[in-house]
């Protein structure tokens, strides 16, 4: 057995991500080789994926970008047309059906409303709550308090939408949202008239917030658990109270990665499709009177609307759709990369990949 | 701890006490949309739901669909994903890896749908495969494939640095390293992320609806031109019908969804939690 002296600097656990390589750099068997090439190619193959899903989106969406010009931030109706016509209307040399428009502002306000008002709720939710968990439960019990959080984090979005509809948006519309809506009289965004069911902007903003408290809570844990013990102590020995200590060492330490956390999270609400298709009414053509009004969202709008726009003669509709795509694509692409680039300077790991499991 | 004036307390109290709302907020939905689930479902379940397929109220069509799915993403996501891991923690340069890894985690943060979409426009349009099962999967694993390369890089970097040294100074080429001396003690912290991954996969609905569409039957063999059916599309497309049978049938493949994810995820912790404490042994 060969004894090996452990080198002093390269502790193996705090330098886990990278470890020192150029020291155990040994020459390159054939073997090795073929497997290097192999997985480089893997290794390539996320962002290969990233620019393909971009190029297909961009080169789909092209002729509806040239047909609708600003039409599509600027229009509220969002029509394929008459799809049992042959009359067509042509727009900037693209053809479509006749009666077609493609007009977006309704499902960018649906999706930055929703996806706004989830964050307003899972950012304060996911740091107060982790913040109670890591400085009054022991470690113990913190890991058994995480279960929750895991929980949440696999839940699939068919089913936020299932429970949200069936049970979680008729129970806020009997006894949380007429109470709610008392506030209308102040502040008009308030007001009624509340849909049955619950179904609508709050419901399912409301949902989206739940789905994206995994995402930001697990960032916030792993952030809390990397605050500098000497420094929680030097607080409490000045005479703080706990949070005072919190306040004045522990989010000044975390404040940036829960940003760049809410980032991420904002980039899951704003793609999140099924849930919100499910709960939020698929209003097509109508911008929100007030946060109880049925709306919809991009993402929700280009799954229920494609069964239709396949039928679609001359194509326009799925190419509108794809613009829809190429919008949500775009817009989710720079909240990650906002997100990423803000944490870049901090530990590796420290964000969750994807939902936060 | 006089000096703790009047307001300062309160101010304390005032804080711990929104904290603690928080972490009910936390903790209550995550136990009341599983139990929710499960007890709506309990009265749906029946013998008939395994033996059944959703033409007849049953969810045989849709397990068989989900497991044939979850089998191609291991088989294509898995191959790509521990290949990928494996290049990022073993052979790239740390500027490589961070710029490797970065890509990586962006794709994780591209939109479902949008997966689903381009994979319709390319696989099952241009490509003419139609709606099938290897369109399905290749959607899927392309939003599966950034968790296994995260799970896999952290797997083989969590392997103590004396097992490295160890195997360098006795001649090893890198590929017989990896295979004799890293791998075993990385392969817990791989499986359990492959585990977590197909737990994910097992819970998308988006990806699926335009590439693998949606089948009363049972799956064939045939890779293309075969739509298929899954347990979360059993909850999409019947929550959409009139009727209580539609409804009962799609709490019930809710329910079966939610409790097939449970046990992937706490079993892919567990064999995180004994490698964890196996690698802790090993370290010279």
Known sequence: ?357 | MESKSRTRQVRAVLFWALCAIALAIIIVPAVAIVVGIIAKAWPAFSPAIITHTTATDGLQNAIVGTLILSVGVLLTAGTIGVLGGLYIAEFASPRIGSVLRFFSEVLSGVPSIVVGYVGYLSLVVALGWGYSVLGGVLALGTLIIPYIVKSTEVAFSTVPRSLREGSVALGLPKLTMIRKVLLPPALPGIISGLVIAIAISTGETAPLLFTADFSDHNPSIALFHNPVGYLTGVTYFDLQQPGANYLALANAAAAVTVIMILVLIFGGRLITARSRRMIARMDV
């Open chain 1, 1 to 357: 057995m060969a004894v090996i002296e452990a080198d002093a600097g390269g502790t193996p656990a705090a330098g886990a991500a990278t470890p020192p390589r150029p020291s155990l750099a040994t020459e390159m068997t054939r073997g090795d080789r073929i497997l290097k090439v192999v997985a480089t190619v893997a290794a390539a193959i996320p962002g290969g994926l990233v620019a393909f899903l971009a190029a297909i989106m961009l080169v789909t969406a092209l002729p509806a970008i040239i047909f609708n010009g600003t039409n599509f931030f600027t229009g509220t109706v969002f029509s394929l047309g008459h799809l049992y016509t042959t009359n067509t209307v042509t727009h900037n040399g693209e053809v479509a059906p006749s009666g077609a428009s493609y007009g977006a502002l309704s499902f960018i306000i649906g999706t930055f409303s929703t996806s706004v008002i989830a964050l307003l709720l899972a950012i304060p939710v996911s740091v107060g709550g982790v913040l109670m968990l890591t400085e009054w439960f022991p470690r113990r019990i913190q890991g058994f308090l995480s279960i929750f959080l895991e929980l949440l984090a696999g839940i699939p979005s068919v089913v936020f939408g299932l429970w949200g509809i069936t049970i979680f948006a008729p129970y806020m519309a009997q006894h949380v949202y007429p109470a709610l809506s008392h506030i209308g009289t102040v502040i008009p965004w308030f007001k009624g008239p509340i849909i049955q069911d619950g179904e609508g902007l709050l419901s399912a903003a409301l949902v989206l917030g739940i789905m994206v408290i995994p995402i930001i809570a697990s960032t916030t844990r792993e952030l809390v658990r990397q605050v500098p013990v000497l420094a929680r102590e030097g607080a409490l020995a000045l005479g703080m109270t706990r949070y005072e200590m919190v306040r004045t060492v522990v989010i000044p330490y975390i404040r940036r990665g829960i940003f760049a956390a809410s980032l991420l999270g904002w980039g899951r609400a704003l793609g999140e499709t099924i849930a919100v298709l499910l709960i939020s009414g698929n209003a097509l053509n109508s911008l929100p009177h007030s946060i109880f009004s049925p709306i919809s969202t991009i993402a929700a709008t280009i799954a229920s609307v494609l069964d239709g726009a396949l039928t679609d003669f001359t194509g326009m509709g799925i190419h509108a759709l794809a613009e829809l795509g190429l919008l949500l694509l775009i817009i989710s692409l720079i909240t990650n990369f906002a997100g990423r680039l803000v944490v870049r300077r901090l530990a590796s790991g420290a964000l969750p990949v994807g939902r936060g499991v």
